[in-house]
């Protein structure tokens, strides 16, 4: 167990239609990252939020954003699904103090099948 | 962050010593070696990670050779349960932006 979880476990919608993947941290990291992992594309960093801020951005697409809020936890927003977003979405967490200490505790994952 | 080169598979037999090999030639001075792994569709777990020196932890040993160009994972006496996909990652900047997954090594433990 890393300590980080995942809200839901599994989702199943519709095209066209928005969901919200929401993510808790390990206690006292302030990073998180989010990775989108699909059978074609394999495992793709989409963003990373540093204490509330946006930090790093990876292949992220403009129909999704993400946020962290004060209490940490982060949510990653999807809309205008296509079937082509079908993935397992994971959320990682770390302390990020400085380049040796890095190390990403990932979670469970949320699989969405976009149908 | 530099690229790494990984066997698309290996084998090794339980018991034995897996022995997992990394080549990333373009490395530069401050770039860090991870290693995670991923075991059927669960979330990447952290294994290990170095800079120059050779580490050990509870999971694996990390053997970085002397010009940094490549590494070797060390799972000291695998069982059925290191099946995975291993990753080796270098990362830059830091560190603290989001990791860059290749294709990994698909380990396969034999019983």
Request: charged share 20%; net charge negative.
């Amino acid at each position: 167990d890393s300590g980080v979880t995942q809200t839901p476990k599994h989702l199943i919608t519709a095209t066209g239609q928005r969901v919200t993947l929401r993510c808790s941290p390990r206690s006292g990291d302030l990073s998180v990252y989010w990775y989108q992992q699909s059978l074609d594309q394999g495992l793709q960093f989409l963003i990373q939020y540093y204490n509330g801020e946006e930090r790093a951005k990876g292949n992220i697409l403009e129909r999704f954003s993400a946020q962290q809020f004060p209490d940490l936890h982060s949510e990653l927003n999807l809309s205008s699904l296509e079937l082509g977003d079908s993935a397992l979405y994971f959320c990682a967490s770390s302390e990020d103090r400085g380049p040796a200490y890095n190390e990403q505790f990932f979670g469970p994952g949320t699989r969405l099948t976009v149908l | 962050d530099a690229k790494t080169t990984q066997p698309p598979s290996m084998d090794c037999a339980e018991g034995r010593a897996a022995n997992l090999p990394c080549n990333h030639s373009t490395i530069s001075g401050n770039e860090y070696v991870y290693w995670y792994r991923q075991i059927h569709s669960q979330g990447p777990q952290y294994i290990i990670h170095g800079l120059k020196n050779n580490e050990t932890n509870e999971m694996a040993s990390l053997i970085i050779t002397e010009d940094r160009k490549s590494s070797t994972l060390i799972l000291p006496h695998a069982t059925l349960r290191d099946t995975a996909v291993y990753y080796c990652i270098v990362r830059g900047r830091g560190g603290a932006d989001g990791l860059t997954f290749g294709k990994g090594t698909h380990l396969i433990i034999q019983p």
